[in-house]
């Protein structure tokens, strides 16, 4: 602990001003709560001027919220804290200057598939420009999720290359993960525990004044940097993994002729005595901004810690063979098609799917590393014509997006769904027989959405991820 930094914090006195950079499914959320509480005066968020996300800038400086889908409260309260004169949204970094405390909550996704290695090009232009503008006592932290030991080693670096200062002397420096799922932003930062862990004491000790105040239900929980960056890794890889599970589970009752459904429930009745089982629910594949890296980040936090692991000569990481069956279902997804199409006489090449879903989670617009994309591409591949629908996602780069669901199922030979929006939960197998206009149409449930004997009851061709017992 640096007495000089605490004889700062404690001349600077409580945080007031905070600025958040980056606004998106984490920054936002945060940036309006941190304005809702009577304990700061203000928060700027910060946001490039750039071709694909500039606009959000203006959007949020009239109340609006640029993201779509289901989040409940969100725009109210964006608003709220507008026209209250507490919230700003701007392109221009150098008013970091003006804040006490400034959170990162910037994408680090990894370079390819095949590399494995993070692109950490935006958070280090994001930590460039803060460097250049914080002040003596200003605390930094980082939300995003990043490799163990970045907070205290890439980031500490350029933080004080730019700002000729010293983190633990000058100023704070810590990593508190975001804890949010999308459909529930508001909620969970305010009810999740938040892990917080600086790079000394004082640093934990700022970051755990900074978060508890927009907590309603949540606790906090103090740690180093690194324990909070391994935190937020492993609860991803180990809902990854607890995924997989189930997945795998599903592949095996499709063999043996079952419904997963039913053995899920049977599993999950085991209750009492301390007794838990877990047990997630599968489906046509896990996308988004998460899952699909952190196991990544944390292998490789182990590779990079200079640290001597004790394992299994030879044996993969269960983390990362989790990660590849969780990578195979929207390619099982094409296998049911491909296999229900041959039922119905047809081939991929003389036939056009109807792709429900292309967020990869129910009821958004949240299309980061969405399954959908890779059962499309396989799809377009085997010769098939391909027509996609999503009632929230606008655009995604390379493929068309239609809102409208009669226009996408009209003439076609299977619909497939791999995103469970609501609005599929209404799918009525008459109507949308009529609509395909197919003696015996296809239909492929990734996210058991429909009730099997409906459609087959219609004359459909029905294939299911984990129903053995109607496949």
Same mark, same amino acid.
């Given at each position: +602990?640096?007495s000089?930094?605490?004889?700062?914090?404690?001349?600077?006195?409580?945080?007031?001003?905070?600025?958040?950079?980056? +606004?998106?499914?984490?920054?936002?959320?945060a940036a309006v709560l941190?304005?809702?509480? $009577?304990?700061?005066?203000?928060?700027?968020?910060?946001?490039?001027?750039s071709? !694909?996300?500039g606009?959000?800038?203006d959007?949020?400086?009239r109340?609006?919220?640029?993201l779509? *889908?289901?989040e409940?409260?969100?725009?109210?309260?964006?608003?709220k804290?507008v026209?209250?004169?507490k919230f700003?949204c701007?392109?221009d970094? !150098?008013?970091?200057?003006?804040?006490?405390?400034?959170?990162?909550?910037?994408? #680090?996704?990894?370079?390819?598939a095949?590399? /494995? =290695?993070? @692109?950490?090009?935006?958070?280090? =232009?994001g930590l460039?420009? !803060?460097?250049?503008?914080?002040?003596?006592?200003?605390l930094?932290?980082?939300?995003?999720?990043? !490799?163990?030991? #970045? #907070?205290?080693?890439?980031?500490?670096?350029?933080l004080? =290359?730019?700002?000729? +200062?010293?983190?633990?002397?000058?100023?704070?420096l810590?990593h508190?993960?975001?804890?949010?799922?999308?459909g %529930?932003?508001?909620?969970?930062?305010?009810?999740?525990?938040?892990?917080v862990?600086?790079?000394?004491? =004082?640093?934990?000790?700022?970051a755990?004044?900074l978060?508890?105040l927009?907590?309603?239900?949540g606790?906090i929980i103090?740690?180093?940097?690194?324990?909070?960056?391994?935190?937020? #890794?492993a609860?991803?890889?180990f809902? @990854?993994?607890?995924?997989a599970?189930?997945?795998q589970?599903?592949l095996?009752?499709?063999v043996?002729?079952?419904?997963?459904?039913?053995?899920?429930?049977?599993?999950?009745?085991?209750?009492?005595?301390?007794?838990?089982r877990?047990?997630?629910?599968?489906?046509?594949g896990?996308?988004?901004?998460?899952?699909?890296? @952190?196991?990544?980040?944390?292998?490789r936090?182990?590779?990079?810690?200079?640290g001597?692991?004790d394992?299994p000569?030879?044996?993969?990481?269960?983390?990362?063979?989790a990660r590849?069956?969780n990578?195979? +279902?929207?390619?099982?997804?094409?296998n049911?098609?491909v296999?229900?199409?041959?039922?119905? *006489?047809?081939?991929?090449?003389?036939?056009k799917?109807?792709?429900?879903?292309?967020?990869f989670? %129910?009821?958004?617009?949240?299309a980061?590393?969405?399954?959908?994309?890779?059962?499309?591409?396989?799809? /377009? $591949?085997s010769?098939?014509?391909v027509?996609?629908?999503?009632?929230?996602?606008?655009?995604?780069? *390379?493929?068309s997006?239609?809102?409208?669901?009669?226009?996408?199922?009209?003439?076609a030979d299977?619909?497939?769904?791999?995103?469970?929006?609501?609005?599929?939960?209404k799918? @009525?197998?008459?109507?949308?027989?009529?609509?395909?206009?197919?003696?015996?149409p296809?239909i492929?449930?990734?996210r058991?959405?429909?009730?099997?004997?409906?459609?087959?009851a219609?004359?459909?061709?029905?294939?299911?991820?984990? %129903?053995? $017992?109607k496949?």
């Amino acid at each position: +602990m640096s007495s000089k930094l605490k004889n700062i914090l404690d001349e600077k006195g409580p945080i007031r001003k905070i600025g958040v950079i980056g +606004m998106g499914y984490v920054g936002i959320p945060a940036a309006v709560l941190f304005a809702d509480s $009577d304990a700061f005066e203000f928060v700027w968020g910060f946001q490039r001027d750039s071709p !694909t996300s500039g606009y959000k800038i203006d959007m949020l400086n009239r109340g609006e919220s640029p993201l779509k *889908g289901d989040e409940p409260g969100l725009e109210e309260l964006i608003k709220k804290v507008v026209d209250a004169g507490k919230f700003r949204c701007t392109s221009d970094f !150098t008013r970091i200057s003006e804040v006490d405390a400034v959170t990162l909550a910037i994408q #680090t996704p990894f370079l390819s598939a095949k590399s /494995l =290695e993070p @692109d950490f090009g935006a958070l280090i =232009e994001g930590l460039r420009l !803060t460097g250049r503008n914080i002040t003596e006592g200003t605390l930094v932290v980082l939300e995003s999720t990043i !490799t163990p030991g #970045t #907070t205290g080693g890439l980031a500490r670096q350029i933080l004080e =290359e730019e700002s000729g +200062m010293k983190a633990s002397e000058d100023f704070a420096l810590a990593h508190a993960p975001e804890r949010v799922m999308v459909g %529930r932003l508001l909620r969970n930062i305010r009810e999740h525990d938040r892990i917080v862990g600086g790079i000394d004491r =004082e640093s934990t000790q700022r970051a755990v004044e900074l978060y508890s105040l927009v907590l309603t239900s949540g606790r906090i929980i103090p740690m180093t940097a690194t324990a909070a960056e391994v935190t937020k #890794t492993a609860e991803n890889t180990f809902r @990854d993994l607890q995924i997989a599970a189930i997945n795998q589970l599903a592949l095996y009752c499709e063999v043996m002729g079952i419904n997963v459904y039913d053995v899920r429930t049977g599993i999950d009745s085991l209750k009492g005595e301390g007794i838990t089982r877990a047990v997630l629910y599968p489906g046509a594949g896990v996308g988004g901004h998460c899952l699909t890296k @952190d196991t990544y980040h944390l292998e490789r936090g182990v590779k990079i810690s200079g640290g001597k692991l004790d394992y299994p000569q030879g044996m993969e990481s269960i983390f990362v063979l989790a990660r590849k069956v969780n990578d195979f +279902m929207p390619v099982h997804m094409y296998n049911l098609t491909v296999e229900a199409l041959s039922r119905a *006489g047809k081939t991929p090449a003389d036939s056009k799917v109807a792709l429900l879903g292309w967020a990869f989670i %129910r009821n958004s617009d949240d299309a980061r590393n969405t399954p959908s994309e890779l059962y499309r591409k396989l799809l /377009l $591949d085997s010769g098939c014509a391909v027509e996609v629908h999503d009632p929230y996602v606008k655009e995604y780069p *390379g493929v068309s997006i239609s809102h409208e669901l009669s226009d996408v199922v009209k003439n076609a030979d299977a619909a497939a769904i791999l995103t469970g929006h609501d609005e599929y939960f209404k799918l @009525d197998a008459s109507a949308l027989k009529e609509l395909m206009g197919k003696e015996h149409p296809v239909i492929v449930d990734g996210r058991n959405v429909i009730k099997p004997d409906d459609f087959i009851a219609e004359g459909f061709v029905y294939k299911g991820i984990g %129903r053995g $017992d109607k496949n």
